[in-house]
T-cell receptor, first 113, second 113 residues
Framework: QKEVEQDPGPLSVPEGAIVSLNCTYSNSAFQYFMWYRQYSRKGPELLMYTYSSGNKEDGRFTAQVDKSSKYISLFIRDSQPSDSATYLC?????????????FGRGTSLIVHP | NAGVTQTPKFRVLKTGQSMTLLCAQDMNHEYMYWYRQDPGMGLRLIHYSVGEGTTAKGEVPDGYNVSRLKKQNFLLGLESAAPSQTSVYFCASNRGASGNTIYFGEGSWLTVV
């Protein structure tokens, strides 16, 4: 079992829908939780990160962390076709004094007009 | 500001050939990483560096070597390429030890025939 599990999708939604993307993890030492967006044939770009538990909002995006359940979510409100991409969750814990992130496999999101 | 730059972007190698991928960052970041991304496998860490002159093995280091002679550069070498090394390679850098502000390059597409 991988440390971080993420459903690869694809997840297809109509424009304007609320999207929920999720990851589960097994390592209770993870402290930083991140979401990356990756467009086709491009490198991942950081969308949001949270430290420990709680919620964080940035525009149409909300990240939630539930450490008790080892479950994180990314919500996208009023989804747009330009949101179509692969979304990767990532988590990190101190490893020998360094933080090495572990990535989920990514969920492919398609927002159709 | 170029960020993280990878060269070359595309390369076709014959089995047994050697090559070096170059990663350069202009953000004065301490940490640098090499990942490979394969369909259904997500991002897997090959090697990483926590500072100039240091390197460490990641999840899938076999068949690869790295060097960090200068802080801004991180080189990934394939001594004897194999078809299993056909992949997209991403370099990334991190300004601090938190692992939450990783910046990725645009990727290098490598095909080994």
């Amino acid at each position: 079992q991988k440390e971080v599990e993420q459903d690869p999708g694809p997840l297809s939604v109509p424009e304007g829908a609320i999207v929920s993307l999720n990851c589960t993890y097994s390592n209770s030492a993870f402290q930083y939780f991140m979401w990356y967006r990756q467009y086709s044939r491009k490198g991942p770009e950081l969308l949001m990160y949270t430290y420990s538990s709680g919620n964080k909002e940035d525009g149409r995006f909300t990240a939630q962390v539930d450490k008790s359940s080892k479950y994180i979510s990314l919500f996208i409100r009023d989804s747009q076709p330009s949101d179509s991409a692969t979304y990767l969750c990532a988590m990190s814990a101190a490893t020998g004094g360094s933080y090495i992130p572990t990535f989920g496999r990514g969920t492919s999101l398609i927002v159709h007009p | 500001n170029a960020g993280v730059t990878q060269t070359p972007k595309f390369r076709v190698l014959k089995t047994g050939q050697s090559m070096t991928l170059l990663c350069a960052q202009d953000m004065n970041h301490e940490y640098m990483y090499w990942y490979r991304q394969d369909p259904g496998m997500g991002l897997r860490l090959i090697h990483y560096s926590v500072g100039e002159g240091t390197t460490a093995k990641g999840e899938v280091p076999d068949g690869y070597n790295v060097s960090r002679l200068k802080k801004q550069n991180f080189l990934l070498g394939l001594e004897s390429a194999a078809p299993s090394q056909t992949s997209v390679y991403f370099c990334a850098s991190n300004r601090g030890a938190s692992g939450n502000t990783i910046y990725f390059g645009e990727g290098s597409w490598l095909t080994v025939v």
